[in-house]
């Protein structure tokens, strides 16, 4: 398991882990707000808190080794941000279509 560790938790493994987490949170941001239909931002802040949840909780299973505490703050704080920046663009592109309606 300590080997395995060492190559999860290299530096590169972790700032690849941050891109491809970001790139699908942004997505996911974007869906569970189109999901939402009307107030698209909270229930995108809901699903950040919820996977905040589930990536910390997922830190602190057995059959993983745990990522240290600097790269998961990183790993949350820009994929959370890239997650709501998903959740805002298309809260963006809703205003926009429900002021194309109402003209």
Same mark, same amino acid.
């Given at each position: 398991m300590d080997e395995y560790a060492l190559i999860l938790n290299a530096p590169g493994v972790v700032a690849a882990r941050v891109l491809i987490s970001s790139f699908? $949170? #942004? @997505?996911?941001?974007?869906?569970?707000?189109?999901?939402?239909?009307?107030?698209?931002? /909270?229930?995108?802040?809901?699903?950040?808190?919820?996977?905040?949840?589930?990536?910390?909780?997922?830190?602190?299973?057995?059959?993983?080794?745990?990522?240290?505490?600097?790269?998961? $703050? #990183? @790993?949350?704080t820009i994929s959370s941000g890239t997650m709501l920046l998903?959740?805002?663009? /298309?809260a963006a592109a809703a205003a926009v279509q429900r002021k194309k309606e109402m003209q």
């Open positions: 699908m $949170a #942004l @997505l996911g941001g974007y869906l569970c707000a189109k999901f939402a239909e009307t107030d698209e931002m /909270r229930y995108t802040l809901i699903a950040v808190i919820f996977r905040v949840i589930v990536f910390v909780g997922f830190n602190r299973s057995p059959y993983m080794p745990p990522t240290p505490g600097l790269a998961l $703050a #990183l @790993l949350l998903g959740g805002a663009i /298309r």
